[in-house]
């Protein structure tokens, strides 16, 4: 029996991977999102659009739409300019019975006017995601998409800032105040808090 073996009770030695430091490994939740702002499109809180800073994504501010029940779809700023273009003719084909379909990139915008509902989809064949959104709830996303379009601007200018302290904060063991020439769109207690979360 080898020294390794009888110093765990002779179970194999955990995978080196197992270690969250390593370099290229990420030591927190891919899927976790920074100051998430949620909008919920329709009463039941089935639908919604989310603004937030992504670790996984070098802090990169993104929108989010999806529900609970599906993979949601995220949007960079390119995809945001491009849906907040071109919803109003969505939601005037859709309306009026027409198909529509608009795309850029792995992003797509299309109806199917049968249903009253817009699909959005991205991505290629097997990694495609897809939402859809009743006329309703599109026509209250329209409503709304200039408060989600202003706090993605707003989190965009905030970037540095927030990656500053996510530096800063990653290397001390107390509370971080942010510089006094900091964003000041950004709540840096709440995200001291949830930075606690991903440690």
């Known amino acids: 029996m080898s020294a390794a073996a ?3 009770g002779g179970e194999p030695p955990k995978p080196v991977d197992a270690c969250p430091y390593l370099e290229g490994q990420l030591p927190f939740d891919p899927n976790k999102v920074l100051l998430r702002r949620v909008f919920f499109l329709d009463p039941e809180k089935a639908k919604y ?4 800073f992504y670790p996984a994504r ?3 501010p993104l929108v989010e739409i999806g529900s609970p029940k599906s993979t949601p779809i995220v949007l960079t700023d390119q995809h945001v300019k491009t849906f907040s273009e071109y919803l109003p003719a969505q939601i005037n084909a859709l309306w009026r019975g027409d198909f529509y379909n608009e795309m850029d990139g792995e992003f797509a915008m299309h109806s199917a006017s049968p249903f009253n ?4 989809t991205m991505g290629k064949k097997k990694n495609r995601k897809s939402v859809f959104i009743k006329l309703n709830d599109l026509r209250y996303l329209a409503y709304i998409f200039p408060m989600v379009e202003n706090q993605f601007l707003k989190y965009t200018e905030a970037m540095p800032d927030v990656m500053n302290y996510v530096l800063a904060t990653l290397n001390s063991t107390s509370s971080v105040e942010p510089p006094a020439n900091a964003s000041n769109n950004i709540l840096y207690y709440q995200l001291y808090e949830e930075l606690k979360t991903l440690l």
């Open 117 to 120: 509902t817009a699909i959005l």
């Open 58 to 60: 070098n802090y990169q």
């Open 49 to 52: 659009i989310s603004v937030g």
């Open 6 to 8: 009888g110093d765990n």
